[in-house]
């Protein structure tokens, strides 16, 4: 392989798709031996990974600047026409669940792709297509608009990262500009947001009218492959939270607000843990992934080997500029077997959580799609995924000396009381995300009050210090998984709760956790959200008392760290 700088992009020819793609089904129906049906999944699978990677490649790009022309047209080209394979997908779909050989091709290859791909033949339909074109058409414009709002701010151009970076700032005041500036940004385009959204909603609902399910949220949970819970498990893992969490956050909160020296904690105090100043990394983005790689190699053969991999072929782009898509993502370029880190490093210990985060992620890609015999098979559901990025953060908590020197502590102590008081907003925001969806019909100034509402049913201690725009709901607009990527959320509490259980495992028995989770990772998504949990020795998010049994060491070691 390449450095990614220099592999050639090709815009695919869609014609030439659909024929291998028709080309492949056929094949399927034909099959007299268990080797034919085998070679055209094959030929399927080779299809689609060469598109993925083109496509990828393109997104990756684009990503990196927004203003670019030329990778702009292709993602343009990209949302118009990928709709379009939705006929030759079906039927390649159809193919593979109807073939004689489907017993013992479950046998080798289990059952999960079959599940799966039963799931992705219900959404797979005619009718949708002019929707989901819509769909990519209003979520590039969505991106677009978010990167394009910068401001200055004490001098510098700053982007909505680059002001999170001032909200950390000692200085109180400081503090309190940078977060009026950043609602500031989110105030002035949220007028354009709400319509977007608006549009988002309507053409999403339609889209799971015309294909008969009985609202959008359905529909959101079969394309996200949610086969082993319902909205039934999450409102009461939802509940778990509520009963359990939360009254550890205030207390949290509270002791946050006298270690600062407050009568008041704010929102823009909040990021803030403690009166000198967060813990932040002590070398330059390229001398940190030199730590990096160092860490990897003592942790283990198999992550120094990953993080080799990612050096050689320039698999990362780190640093915040301009016209820079928000946020952070692990992508992958099946083709090359590849994984590839996007994010935006503003100067704070959030850089070093990318490179714990993301490549916990791109380690599982690096892994799976070395030991399973298909791509298809490679990446699991996103509550199993998060998993993977998670507690890599926690299996990399021996070496945050070498990023943070004399404030390792610190650093552990402030990414583990994060990782708590967080879950109570992620699991916010899939509420909200299933209040809207079963009442599509309110508007922009009800959907702010729901979201307030539910701010102080979860997050009691919020306090925005008068800011009308936060005040009145508009906090809302500032999550990018509500308009890209709906019902993406909660997966990061379900997954967070998970890596308390295995962090609880690491104090007693290192290896024996890191063997737990090299299975887990190594299966990616061969098997079902509830089978690999099992795999991993992990309990169900779901089952009662499970909240309380994975947050029970974490709470112990919170009280350890402030002794």
């Not at 000692?170 to 549009?199: C, T």
């Not at 949610?226 to 359990?244: G, I, M, S, T, W």
Request: some cysteine; charged content about 25%; hydrophobic content about 35%.
């Amino acid at each position: 392989m390449k450095k990614f700088s220099e592999l050639a992009y090709e815009r695919p020819n869609f014609s030439e798709i659909k024929k291998s793609l028709k080309d492949a089904s056929c094949a399927l129906e034909d099959a007299r031996s268990l080797e034919q049906a085998k070679a055209a999944l094959m030929l399927a699978e080779k299809t689609i990974c060469s598109l993925e990677t083109q496509y990828t490649t393109a997104y990756i790009r684009n990503t990196g600047n927004t203003a670019d022309p030329f990778y702009e047209a292709e993602i343009e080209f990209f949302d118009k026409n990928l709709p379009t394979l939705m006929s030759s997908q079906k039927k390649f779909t159809e193919a593979m669940l109807g073939s004689m050989y489907r017993p013992e091709l479950e046998q080798e290859l289990g059952s999960q792709l079959f599940d799966t791909a039963e799931a992705d033949e219900m959404l797979q339909s005619k009718k949708i297509v002019l929707d989901l074109v819509n769909e990519n058409t209003l979520k590039t414009r969505y991106n677009k608009v978010a990167a394009s709002c910068k401001t200055d701010f004490m001098g510098e151009e700053c982007n909505f990262y680059g002001l999170l970076r001032h909200m950390e700032n000692p200085d109180r005041g400081v503090r309190k500009k940078a977060f009026e500036a950043w609602a500031g940004l989110y105030e002035g385009v949220s007028e354009e947001l709400d319509k977007l959204f608006d549009q988002l909603t309507a053409v999403r609902v339609r889209m799971a009218k015309k294909l008969g399910l009985e609202n959008y949220t359905r529909y959101g949970y079969l394309a996200m492959h949610r086969l082993d819970y319902d909205p039934e498990d999450v409102a009461a893992f939802r509940q778990q939270v509520v009963e359990v969490i939360v009254p550890l956050c205030v207390k949290l909160r509270d002791n946050q607000r006298q270690r600062l020296g407050l009568d008041k904690l704010c929102y823009y105090d909040e990021t803030l843990s403690f009166p000198e100043g967060n813990p932040r990394p002590n070398a330059s983005p390229e001398r940190m992934l030199s730590y990096a790689q160092e860490m990897y190699h003592a942790l283990s053969p198999q992550t120094g080997e990953f993080f080799d991999f990612m050096l050689e072929h320039e698999l990362f782009d780190l640093v915040t500029r301009p016209n820079k898509h928000l946020g952070g993502y692990c992508t992958g370029l099946p083709d090359y077997k590849a994984p590839f880190v996007f994010s935006n490093f503003n100067g704070t210990s959030a850089d070093v959580d990318v490179l714990t985060h993301e490549c916990g992620h791109a380690f599982q890609y690096y892994l799976s799609s070395r030991n399973l015999p298909m791509q298809m098979l490679c990446t699991s559901t996103s509550e199993i995924n998060e998993i993977h990025s998670m507690a890599m953060e926690f299996f990399t908590y021996p070496w945050m000396n070498r990023f943070f020197g004399a404030d390792a502590a610190k650093y552990r102590f402030a990414h583990m009381c994060d990782a708590l008081t967080t879950i109570p907003y992620l699991v916010c925001v899939d509420e909200f995300q299933h209040i809207i969806y079963a009442n599509p019909e309110i508007d922009a100034a009800q959907r702010r009050g729901v979201w307030r509402e539910l701010e102080r049913k979860y997050m009691p201690w919020r306090d925005y210090d008068g800011n009308a725009f936060l005040e009145g709901g508009g906090f809302w607009m500032q999550k990018q998984h509500i308009f890209l990527y709906p019902f993406y959320y909660i997966d990061y509490a379900l997954a967070q709760v998970c890596t308390f259980e295995l962090c609880g495992r690491m104090k007693t028995d290192f290896k024996g956790a890191w063997q737990d989770y090299l299975r887990l990772c190594g299966a990616g998504g061969s098997k079902g959200y509830r089978e690999l949990l099992s795999l991993a020795n992990l309990t169900c998010p779901f089952d009662k008392g499970a909240v309380l049994k994975a947050v029970t060491p974490i709470v112990k070691e919170i009280a350890s760290f402030n002794a």
